[in-house]
């Protein structure tokens, strides 16, 4: 797999690894999986809350 980066981008993974000492790849590689990692929290968060309006529509409606 290939991904385009912009100059600017490039610019920041080079500044990232020179302070931290890391390459450019495994930045990326970080980078990607606490994306996913957060990407996957705000799905099981918002699955939780449908979930949670559900049960407060159905015990809403057992004492209508």
Same mark, same amino acid.
């Given at each position: /797999?290939? &991904?385009?980066? *912009? !100059? ?7 500044? &990232?690894?020179?302070? @931290? ?5 495994? +930045? ?6 606490? =994306? ?6 705000? /799905?099981? @968060?918002? @699955?939780? !809350?449908?979930? *949670? !309006?559900e049960?407060? +529509?159905?015990?809403?409606k057992? =004492?209508?």
């Open positions: /797999m290939e &991904i385009e980066l *912009s !100059d600017e981008e490039i610019g920041n993974l080079n500044k &990232i690894g020179e302070l @931290t000492g890391v390459n450019k790849k495994e +930045i990326i590689k970080i980078a990607l999986k606490a =994306y996913l990692e957060n990407l996957r929290f705000q /799905m099981e @968060t918002e @699955t939780w !809350d449908k979930l *949670s !309006d049960a407060l +529509i159905n015990f809403e057992e =004492y209508e």
